[in-house]
Nanobody, 125 residues
Framework: QVRLVESGGGLVQPGGSLRLSCEVSGRPSLDYPMAWFRQAPGKEREFVAGMTWNGKSTFYTDSVKQRFTISRDAPQKTLYLQMNNVKPDDTAVYSC??????????????????WGQGTSVTVSS
């Protein structure tokens, strides 16, 4: 059974940095699209950043471009989200998601079959 476990959330001041991690277990590799989504209080879940199954292409929502970086350590089966210059609007619960092996990347939550429980990020002074 696939399990995704996020970590690294917390309280950070505006302009600060955080690095989120998502450890994958129950699958032998990372050969599937993966993404980070977030859900702020009272809002719908939204796509933040994603990566193709081979790790060669990355995608970002406009509001985090030039500030967030998605990456992965394939041997460690871990996905990361480096968050720099964070803003109060980045406050949300961040979840990682895994798609199907060798499938194309999408921003549609319905195409991801496995999800983590989420890690909370609060940006406040």
């Amino acid at each position: 059974q696939v399990r995704l476990v996020e970590s690294g959330g917390g309280l950070v001041q505006p302009g600060g940095s955080l690095r989120l991690s998502c450890e994958v277990s129950g699958r032998p590799s990372l050969d599937y699209p993966m993404a980070w989504f977030r859900q702020a209080p009272g809002k719908e879940r939204e796509f933040v950043a994603g990566m193709t199954w081979n790790g060669k292409s990355t995608f970002y929502t406009d509001s985090v471009k030039q500030r967030f970086t998605i990456s992965r350590d394939a041997p460690q089966k871990t996905l990361y989200l480096q968050m720099n210059n964070v803003k109060p609007d980045d406050t949300a619960v961040y979840s990682c998601a895994a798609g199907r092996y060798y499938h194309g990347f999408t921003r549609d939550t319905g195409t991801y079959e496995s999800w983590g429980q989420g890690t909370s990020v609060t940006v406040s002074s």
